[in-house]
């Protein structure tokens, strides 16, 4: 998956976060995943460090992304070839990209 070129940097970030969905819906099946929930809490932590250019803040939120997977769905080798960290990647890139809101 490549971050899409578009003029809207928004429209960039809501299709790489439905890459990320469809990416963590055929690697660990259908969730309904509530905003409370630690995982979900995570990719926003993440996505909100990478609009800030928050480089220490991102490293501790992929951590966090990191326990809330292995805690959900059990240990995983998440490696840079993995769907879902793909995706995870893609989407910090369009979050950078957008920068604040």
Do not use: N, W
């Not at 899409?4 to 469809?22: C, G, I, R, W």
């Not at 840079?80 to 910090?92: F, I, M, N, T």
């Amino acid at each position: 998956m490549s971050t899409p070129t578009m003029a809207d940097p928004e429209a960039a970030v809501k299709q790489a976060s439905a890459h990320l969905y469809e990416a963590r819906t055929r690697h660990y099946g259908p969730l309904d995943l509530a905003a409370h929930q630690p995982l979900v809490k995570a990719i926003s932590e993440y996505g909100q460090f990478s609009r800030a250019h928050d480089e220490d803040g991102v490293t501790k939120a992929s951590t966090h992304v990191y326990e809330a997977l292995t805690k959900h769905f059990g240990p995983r080798d998440l490696s840079a070839d993995d769907p879902v960290v793909k995706a995870l990647a893609e989407y910090g890139k369009a979050c950078r990209d957008a920068g604040l809101k």
